[in-house]
Antibody, heavy 115, light 110 residues
Framework: EIQLVESGGGLVQPGGSLRLSCVAS????????MKWVRQAPGKGLECVAD????????YYADSVKGRFTISRDNARNSLSLQMNSLRVEDTAVYYC????????WGQGTPVTVYS | QAVVTQEPSLTVSPGGTVTLTCGSS?????????PHWFQQKPGQVPKTLIY???NRHSWTPARFSASLLGGKAALTLSGAQPEDEADYYC??????????FGGGTRLTVL
């Protein structure tokens, strides 16, 4: 069974940093693009970053470019998101999500940036 | 970045049929955009209904089907049930640009 477990969220002040992690199981992690998706309270879904299977290519939403860094460790089946210079508008639940047949959702990890 | 468009809201009668669409500002949606469809009910985590244009997951009811229609990705619900009332999001992969979600469609069964 495919499982995705996100962690690392929490409360932080503007300008602070957090590092999110996602551990995947039940599928061949190294075969899939992976992305971080977020959902702000009462809002829709937004893809903030995604990364190629081998980690050699990344994409970022304009809203996080230069502040967030996505990375992966295929040996550990893990995905990370380093979030720096956090803003109030980064407040959201963050999910990691593979595509295609592996497109399962974990419970997400909440991030709250408060002033 | 490309903009992905969905109807903001739709209403369907119980037992009725409704089609949700997903378009791209970059042009016609094709299978190369690997359209995905997600369902989210209030207070719940999203759930993937459809991946790669028209593939259902094991938990996706057969009343949901998906296709490409008139240059857009389309999700058709045939025989709507009260429990289908939810927000529906599509996702498209744009080569060289990344992944974009649509703004979502709020479906009311009434």
């Amino acid at each position: 069974e495919i499982q995705l477990v996100e962690s690392g969220g929490g409360l932080v002040q503007p300008g602070g940093s957090l590092r999110l992690s996602c551990v995947a199981s039940g599928f061949t992690f190294s075969d899939y693009w992976m992305k971080w998706v977020r959902q702000a309270p009462g809002k829709g879904l937004e893809c903030v970053a995604d990364i190629r299977e081998d980690g050699g290519k990344t994409y970022y939403a304009d809203s996080v470019k230069g502040r967030f860094t996505i990375s992966r460790d295929n040996a550990r089946n893990s995905l990370s998101l380093q979030m720096n210079s956090l803003r109030v508008e980064d407040t959201a639940v963050y999910y990691c999500l593979p595509p295609g047949a592996a497109s399962y959702w974990g419970q997400g990890t909440p991030v709250t940036v408060y002033s | 970045q490309a903009v992905v468009t969905q109807e903001p809201s739709l209403t369907v009668s119980p037992g009725g049929t409704v089609t949700l669409t997903c378009g791209s500002s970059a042009g016609a949606v094709t299978s190369g955009h690997y359209p995905h469809w997600f369902q989210q009910k209030p207070g719940q985590v999203p759930k993937t209904l459809i991946y790669d244009t028209n593939n259902r997951h094991s938990w996706t009811p057969a009343r949901f089907s998906a296709s490409l229609l008139g240059g857009k990705a389309a999700l058709t619900l045939s025989g709507a049930q009260p429990e289908d009332e939810a927000d529906y999001y599509c996702l498209l992969y744009h080569r060289g640009v990344g992944v974009e979600f649509g703004g979502g469609t709020r479906l009311t069964v009434l």
